[in-house]
């Protein structure tokens, strides 16, 4: 059998419509002499594979399920079949006992990540009204219903000798919360890896001169995640700003107005100027696909990119916010960090250390330029700078905290060996007093102590920058790395 679960053929990704949906394939393993000899079998466990493909339908997500396979040639036409469908993951929901035949051709065509599910239909199997059915054919058939476990070692077997590496879930169909938040998670990261698959990064600028641990190497990023990466121009994005009408103007303003509590003494000229760049940005991202967007230029000796680059933190901060994350200072592997925060869901707002507080034992971290606007504690604060420090210009400037409660935290490194990895912590944000100088700003509590955290994270050569996200995700990030075959480390 062959069935497709999915809300829509066509995609939106953080607004941008794609056509490359998240494919979890799917299929269940059994031993086709067995149906013959035990009435019913074969049905009930066909209900049991149903039930796993309901548990794994997501409305970002195809379910392609080929049913039992329970022969050799039958697994060879659905590697092929799975191939054509362009699966991102393969999900194994071992019934009962096969032959590690019927899965190898399977996993070899397909050469995806796999995923072996050992879940038994109930916690136990009731001994007392088995032993009573005084038929020793029910009796086996009944056994085999609860067999999943027989063939394990077999495929694990195979797939270690094949140099195949796979990921087993063992627990119950039913019943078991733990089991399938593991589950979960897996296709969950298998989402994540998708998004960065078909993402599309846009470089607009340059570096900022001598930050040296933000040099990366793009091609790194394409072979690590996939995805696309644009070069782009200052220039086109001031080109844009000049032809921004009046009227779109006023109306971003007054979004400005809905989305960010905006102080009273930022100046009209300003937020309009802000808004005029807000619109371009929305229009450059639209033009080229973009999913993501690191930037930096200085604007020296430009009046427009100079106009143009110095009003640009609230129309990156809207973006940041709707899922097109913004990363300043040219910072590319933070970019992806962020991008892949917000595609779990948890935001992934543009951070650094500021400074330490012994005295409550907390990391003040921050940034100036775009934050996640999802993830702030109350309304973003949007104040005007007479200078931002460090670079050219002045204009305005967000202010927020991220919201209290568990968050994580992500960088993405490059090792100098020509591999990236995962950096993560999980923290919490909590509340206190902040520095109100118009940038991001929280406090993160760590289970180690700040200052072991510090010397811990610091230990690992990650850049100065991170992503920032709420809830604790580790588990997941873990998944996502194992999925991409790269290094993760967790500090705390």
């Known amino acids: 059998m062959s069935t497709v679960t999915t809300s829509s053929l066509v995609f939106y990704d953080n607004g941008i419509a794609t056509n490359s949906p998240m494919r979890v394939g799917l299929f269940g393993i059994g031993l086709d002499v067995y149906w013959p000899q035990f009435d019913g079998l074969e049905s009930r466990l066909t209900g049991y594979l149903e039930q796993v493909a309901g548990k794994l339908a997501r409305s970002h997500a195809q379910v392609v399920n080929l049913g039992l396979i329970d022969t050799p040639e039958k697994a060879m036409q659905a590697g092929h079949r799975f191939r054509r469908a362009d699966i991102d993951i393969l999900v194994i929901y071992v019934t009962t006992y096969a032959l590690s035949a019927t899965v190898l051709p399977v996993v070899q065509r397909a050469n995806v990540p796999v995923l072996l599910l050992n879940l038994a239909p109930e916690a136990a199997i009731d001994y007392a009204r088995f032993n009573q059915l005084n038929d020793r054919t029910r009796m086996t058939g009944e056994w085999l219903a609860y067999c999943s476990a027989c063939p394990v070692p077999e495929i694990a077997n195979v797939f270690r000798r094949a140099g195949i590496p796979f990921h087993q879930i063992t627990g119950m169909l039913h019943n078991d919360p733990d089991c399938w938040q593991e589950i979960d998670e897996w296709i969950e990261a298998a989402h994540v890896k998708n998004v960065m698959a078909h993402n599309c990064l846009g470089l607009m600028g340059n570096y900022y001169s001598g930050m040296l641990d933000i040099y990366s190497d793009p091609t790194l990023q394409l072979i690590t995640f996939g995805g696309q990466i644009k070069i782009l121009e200052v220039d086109e994005l001031s080109a844009l700003r000049e032809a921004v009408s009046a009227p779109e103007i006023q109306e971003r303003v007054a979004l400005f107005y809905d989305q960010f509590e905006v102080q009273s003494d930022c100046s009209r000229a300003e937020l309009e100027r802000a808004a005029c760049t807000s619109v371009a940005l929305d229009q450059l991202v639209e033009r080229h696909g973009l999913g993501s967007l690191a930037y930096y230029h200085k604007g020296s000796g430009n009046v427009s990119n100079a106009d143009t680059m110095s009003s640009i933190i609230l129309g990156t901060s809207l973006l940041t916010g709707r899922g097109i994350p913004v990363a300043g200072e040219y910072e590319i592997k933070n970019a992806q960090a962020m991008k892949i925060m917000d595609s779990f869901g948890v935001g992934g707002s543009f951070t650094e250390y500021y400074a330490m507080d012994f005295t409550d034992n907390v990391v003040l971290m921050g940034h100036d330029g775009p934050g996640h606007v999802q993830i702030a504690q109350g309304q973003t604060k949007v104040k005007p700078l007479q200078v ?46 902040i520095l109100e100088i118009g940038n991001t700003n929280s406090r993160y509590r760590f289970s180690v102590g700040a200052r072991q955290f510090v010397n811990n994270w610091n230990s690992h050569g990650p850049a100065h920058h991170c992503a920032v996200g709420v809830g604790h995700i580790a588990s997941k990030l873990k998944k996502l790395g194992s999925l991409l075959q790269i290094e993760t480390i967790q500090v705390c």
């Open 388 to 433: 931002y420090h460090g670079k050219v210009g002045a204009g305005l400037s967000v202010e927020m905290s991220v919201q209290t409660g568990p968050v994580t935290l992500l960088s993405v490194v490059e090792d100098g060996r020509g591999k990236l990895f995962l950096l993560m912590a999980e923290g919490e944000s909590v509340a206190g007093p």
